[in-house]
């Protein structure tokens, strides 16, 4: 599940300068610090194998794990891989400590002596910077709980939660200024890493990411913003829209989410403890703040006015069309245009005005787009729950001497074969031949991806539509490859 708030738009007098700058160290740390950890590892594990430590630790680890059901290795299946053993030997944090306490060996010389052989290898390790500054699920400090939520296991993990700490900042900072917002985000990040400490069941491991403080900043959002509508994208596996609904609406989508995934997750990398606690953190600070009254009332002012009526605008542009007042369109379509997506309603009175201008393609600017133009936007922009109201506006446009470029026509066919309008579809691509019969040959393909429309209407089970296309491909371009196919196709 993804939920993106996309309320604000990025202005130069709003930019969320603190957000930048937790990115900025992040990324710093990231390139920096972290990446010269590969080096200090690699020489720690040829210290490891000069000092012979995996034959001298291999039958104190088998006891260990026999006696610890929480050991590394009981949690993997490393199908007695010696080297990955030894891996698991360097890694366990609960065996590395029961080493130094002595446990397992047969007397104190034994002892002394993993000491001395094991002591390059273990101050070479103890310089790893994930290991002094990741927070450990077995030895946690208040220190590291913060340090760690500006460390990342890889460019991935960095750049998605950097994704989602800008486009949260805009709001979040914008309504606390940078100092309270800095001061939340610390603290959510404490709170989640903590959170996850406390949870966290099975070997002794570390937590590291920046996604406990975006969490928090998630819960903090939706309680600043309370009931106020604010705009979102939202896709849930194949199901995706861009929305207005309550901010706080929000909070037991997100928060519930990561405790479904926590109760679920079997053995993953990713800490949705973590995510729990900082939603919370972020949503009990947040509560404190508005209490004490320190947000920024004037921040939560919609960029497109609660008040505005779609409905209103709509109607004043239709008044203004019917004067021929193409400026006065312009202007009541203007708002409507800003939001996100455009009401197809719009666009399709977009449409006709450019139609009524008889603007030329291409001459229309500063705010008039030619027909063509503003029919290609409605073919991008129109929904599932618009396709007929968009379809017939262009098949408007079409009767009144529209043309498509080949690739848009492709688009058009596919949408009205969508709608089960198969004979508006063949019509369509077979009139984007003929225009383009006096200006050079068609785009590589174009013809096969006719040809493969009537091939998926076939595979669909929908034969007669199949023939339809077929023939009006026959007919359109005669002696191409694409036509003798289409025409060697038997009829059933």
């Known amino acids: 599940m993804l939920i993106l708030p996309m309320h604000h738009r990025v202005e130069a007098r709003h930019l969320p300068w603190m957000s930048l700058l937790i990115a900025l160290v992040c990324v710093f740390i990231h390139l920096g610090p972290q990446q010269r950890d590969a080096e200090r590892l690699a020489r720690a594990q040829a210290q490891y194998a000069d000092a012979g430590l995996a034959a001298l630790e291999a039958p104190l680890y088998d006891a260990y794990a026999d006696a610890h059901p929480e050991a590394l290795v009981n949690a993997v299946d490393g199908d007695g891989d010696r080297e990955a053993e030894g891996w698991l030997m360097q890694a366990d944090r609960g065996f590395r400590a029961a080493l130094l306490a002595g446990e397992g060996f047969d007397d104190v010389a034994a002892h002394a002596e993993w000491m001395q052989r094991s002591a390059p290898f273990r101050q070479t390790m103890a310089t790893l910077f994930d290991a002094r500054f990741a927070i450990p699920s077995d030895a946690p400090t208040t220190w590291q709980a913060l340090t760690s939520s500006f460390l990342h296991g890889d460019l991935g993990h960095l750049f998605g939660n950097l994704l989602f700490l800008l486009v949260l900042g805009l709001l979040v900072e914008r309504a606390l200024g940078p100092g ?31 996604s406990g403080g975006i969490a928090g900043l998630m819960g903090a959002l939706c309680v600043l913003w309370g009931m106020r509508r604010i705009r979102f994208f939202y896709w849930f596996f194949v199901v995706f829209d861009y929305v207005r609904a309550p901010a706080l609406w929000l909070l037991p989508a997100w928060l519930g989410w990561e405790l479904f995934q926590w109760a679920t997750d079997e053995g993953g990398n990713v800490a949705y403890q973590a995510h729990a606690g900082g939603i919370v953190a972020g949503a009990l600070l947040a509560l404190g703040i508005k209490a004490l009254r320190w947000d920024r009332p004037d921040s939560y002012d919609d960029p497109v006015d609660d008040r505005f009526d779609p409905a209103v605008a709509l109607g004043d542009a239709q008044a203004a069309l019917g004067r021929l007042d193409f400026a006065g369109v312009e202007r009541a379509l203007a708002p409507l245009f800003a939001q996100m997506p455009v009401p197809v309603d719009a666009r399709v009175l977009a449409l006709r005005a450019a139609q009524m201008r008889s603007a030329p393609d291409g001459a229309a600017r500063g705010g008039r787009v030619a027909a063509a133009e503003q029919a290609s936007a409605l073919l991008r922009e129109s929904r599932a729950a618009d396709r007929t109201k968009a379809l017939d506006a262009l098949a408007a446009w079409r009767h009144a001497g529209g043309r498509w470029r080949p690739q848009d026509a492709l688009a058009h066919a596919r949408l009205l074969i969508g709608a089960g309008r198969v004979g508006e579809a063949a019509a369509v691509l077979a009139d984007a031949a003929a225009s383009e019969e006096g200006r050079g040959p068609l785009p590589e393909g174009w013809a096969a991806d006719w040809l493969r429309l009537g091939f998926d209407l076939r595979r669909d089970g929908d034969e007669a539509a199949a023939r339809v296309m077929f023939a009006a491909l026959s007919a359109a371009l005669p002696g191409t490859p694409e036509a003798a196919k289409a025409s060697a196709q038997p009829t059933p």
């Open 180 to 210: 309270l917002y800095l001061g939340l985000y610390l603290l959510s990040s404490i709170g989640a890493a903590w959170t996850w400490a406390l949870a966290y069941v099975g070997p002794p491991t570390y937590s590291l990411g920046a």
